[in-house]
């Protein structure tokens, strides 16, 4: 007589309450990662990675990678087998090494759109500025006569003051 295949959950009334709410939790959340990842097949890797940036598509990439890694450590922790010299997490760490490289250079680039947005209207300024523009003394006339004075110099071929 064939041997039948035990229960996919255990019924919650063998299990103590909280172990139950755990192993429930799991599942929900193991439901939630199965959809994500039917989701992922069904496009085409080119096309979710098409449109991207190089560090969003990066993420993209880093992040799936982290996903099945971590999906294939925690397989091997249901199924019993030791984990604690298994390739995978060698392979976990290299991916958080480029996690942490893709966040840098994401901040470095941040930090240097920033810079460049900075220096634009510190330029803005600096030539307002050095037009006579509405700060300069002719600012209660609207810097009609300074600008006229320019225009003018310009015409005759000379520096405008």
Same mark, same amino acid.
């Given at each position: 007589?064939?041997?039948? /295949? $035990? ?6 009334? @063998?299990?103590? /309450?909280? #172990? /139950?709410?755990? #192993? ?9 990662i199965?959809?994500? #990842?039917?989701? @992922? ?6 096309? =979710? ?5 190089p560090?969003?598509?990066? &993420? @993209?990439?880093?992040m ?14 249901? +199924? ?7 390739p995978v @997490? %060698?392979? =976990? ?6 996690? &942490?490289? #893709?966040?840098? %250079?994401?901040?470095? %680039?941040?930090?240097?759109?920033? +810079? ?8 803005? &300024? ?7 523009? $509405? ?5 209660? /006339? ?16 000379? &520096?405008?003051?």
């Open positions: 007589m064939p041997a039948t /295949a $035990p229960p996919a959950t255990a019924p919650s009334s @063998l299990l103590p /309450a909280e #172990v /139950a709410s755990a #192993v429930a939790n799991f599942e929900r959340g193991l439901g939630d199965e959809e994500r #990842v039917r989701r @992922l097949q069904r496009a085409p890797w080119a096309e =979710l990675c098409g449109g991207l940036p560090l969003e598509s990066a &993420r @993209l990439h880093l799936v990678a982290y996903t099945i890694n971590t999906l294939f450590y925690m397989y091997l922790k249901t +199924q019993g087998i030791p984990s604690a010299n298994h @997490l %060698a392979e =976990l760490e290299r991916i958080k090494g480029y996690i &942490r490289k #893709v966040r840098a %250079a994401s901040q470095e %680039a941040e930090a240097s759109q920033r +810079q460049a947005s900075l220096n634009a209207s510190a330029a803005k &300024r600096f030539i307002v500025h050095a037009l006579g523009g $509405p700060s300069g003394p002719d600012a209660s /006339a609207g810097g009609k006569a300074s600008k006229k004075a320019k225009k003018d110099a310009k015409a005759m071929g000379e &520096r405008p003051h």
